[in-house]
């Protein structure tokens, strides 16, 4: 699967693109297929996202999972201090991310 990911002008946070919108959560991203083109074009265009990119993923029970670990530490947040990440209190985050 394809899923788009890009920064939120605003504050920059990671975002995903979830069909209709962005989220910071990436468990609401969808599979854009062949797609993603039209939609990184139309997004950059409105100026909502900085940087979007198309990221391989594989569907899993809990939603999307990038296949390249820097999308899945983009995905989590900090993994210095996983405290301070998205997915805080979450003993399965770090293996997640591996």
């Known amino acids: 699967m394809k899923i788009i990911t890009g920064n939120d002008l ?20 969808v599979d854009v297929g062949d797609g993603a083109d039209a939609i990184i074009a139309a997004e950059d265009a409105a100026r909502r996202v900085n940087a979007a990119y198309v990221v391989d993923a594989e569907a899993t029970p809990e ?5 390249h670990i820097k999308d899945r530490v983009r995905a989590v947040g ?4 996983l405290d301070l990440s998205l997915r805080a209190g979450d003993a ?7």
């Open 10 to 29: 605003a504050d920059g946070r990671v975002t995903w693109w979830t069909g209709t919108g962005w989220s910071y959560s990436i468990a609401d991203a």
């Open 63 to 67: 939603g999307p999972r990038p296949l």
């Open 78 to 81: 900090p993994t210095v201090r």
């Open 92 to 98: 399965a985050a770090q293996q997640w991310i591996a």
